[in-house]
């Protein structure tokens, strides 16, 4: 049986062309108008290029997709309970305890 090597300089490149759009959204836009663009108060089309950026990154880094998913989606819970102020440490270790459990569990 033929053992396949994995090709990550499509995810990297992927990821590198997420961070770039992200420092640029950051860089060139008004935070305001971004700020209620389908959800009140959220930023999401800054969450919509930093989530996939992450994941790809995290994804790459431990050489798993499945856990760079559920790292991604605690990182970006976490900055979305920041902006609604929800940020305190009870929610914080709750989030943690569920991204620990079900990393440990998959």
């Not at 305001?32 to 930023?43: F, R, S």
């Not at 996939?52 to 819970?77: D, E, H, M, R």
Request: proline content about 5%; aromatic content about 16%; overall charge positive.
């Amino acid at each position: 049986m033929v053992k396949r090597r994995k090709n990550y300089w499509p995810s990297l490149l992927l990821g590198l062309i997420m961070w770039g759009c992200l420092g640029l959204l950051v860089y060139f836009v008004e935070p305001e108008m971004v700020k209620d663009i389908l959800i009140p108060g959220l930023y999401l089309p800054f969450f919509l290029i930093f989530f996939p950026a992450v994941f790809l990154t995290l994804a790459l880094f431990f050489g798993n997709s499945k856990k760079g998913l559920i790292y991604a989606l605690g990182i970006t819970t976490g900055l979305i309970l920041q902006i609604y102020g929800l940020d305190n440490w009870l929610s914080l270790a709750l989030l943690a305890a569920i991204i620990i459990a079900v990393d440990k569990a998959s």
